[in-house]
Structures are given as structure tokens and as C-alpha cells.
């Protein structure tokens, strides 16, 4: 796996999961909410550093400034598509997912309920 993915995939795994944090114990909420986000900062930076580093493990410890910024960019980019996908379904559209799957549930309860019926006799 080309390192800007997997760090890409380790940050939004982080983000996320501090995202809960901070929306299920009401700090975004707080007057500490608004400096508290931007921690989330702090491993998509590191992070980025761990992907530039192997990196260049991987082109024989030398990395030019083009290999680095594709690096970091692509990591970005896809941290900002997954990111933004998340957002998209969590906070602006979150009935979409249950309005898409209330047929699929329909549909299984009643084929459970018919074959309950059909094993009853």
C-alpha cells in the first residue's frame, strides 16, 4: 500500500473517532469546543511526516521536493474526500441512510415473517 493511503486511511480513522468524542461529550458544544478542534490537527501533521519519511525509506533514503509534495498532497486529498463523505452523511444529510434502508428493512422482516410462517407448519 503507497504510504500516503495508508496514512491517509490512519488519519481519517483518528479524525473521525475524535469527531464522536467531541459531538457524544458535548465539548464541540463548549466555550473550549472551538480551540479543542483544531487538535485534530496535530496527526494529520505527524502523520504527514510518517508518510514523507517512508517515503523515503522507499526511494532509497532521497525524496526530492516533488516526490515529497505529491506525497503530502495525495495524502490530503484523500483524507479530504473521505472527510468530506463522512461530514455529508453524519451531520448534513443523516436521514439519507435511513431512508435508504428503511425498503431494504421492510423487505427483511418480511421474509423473516414468512418464513417463521412456513416452518410454523
Request: charged share 15%; aromatic share 16%.
Amino acid at each position: 500500500m503507497k504510504p500516503y493511503l495508508k496514512y491517509a486511511l490512519i488519519t481519517c480513522i483518528i479524525v473521525i473517532a475524535w469527531t464522536f468524542v467531541q459531538f457524544y461529550t458535548g465539548i464541540d458544544r463548549s466555550p473550549a469546543g472551538s480551540y479543542l478542534s483544531w487538535l485534530s490537527y496535530i496527526p494529520m501533521i505527524v502523520l504527514m511526516v510518517f508518510a514523507l519519511k517512508e517515503q523515503k525509506q522507499l526511494n532509497g533514503g532521497y525524496l526530492t521536493f516533488g516526490q515529497g509534495f505529491k506525497t503530502g498532497f495525495m495524502m490530503m486529498l484523500v483524507v479530504a474526500v473521505v472527510m468530506s463523505v463522512f461530514t455529508y452523511f453524519t451531520f448534513i444529510n443523516s436521514e439519507l441512510l435511513a431512508h435508504v434502508l428503511k425498503p431494504r428493512v421492510r423487505e427483511w422482516k418480511t421474509r423473516e415473517w414468512m418464513r417463521m410462517r412456513l416452518t410454523r407448519r
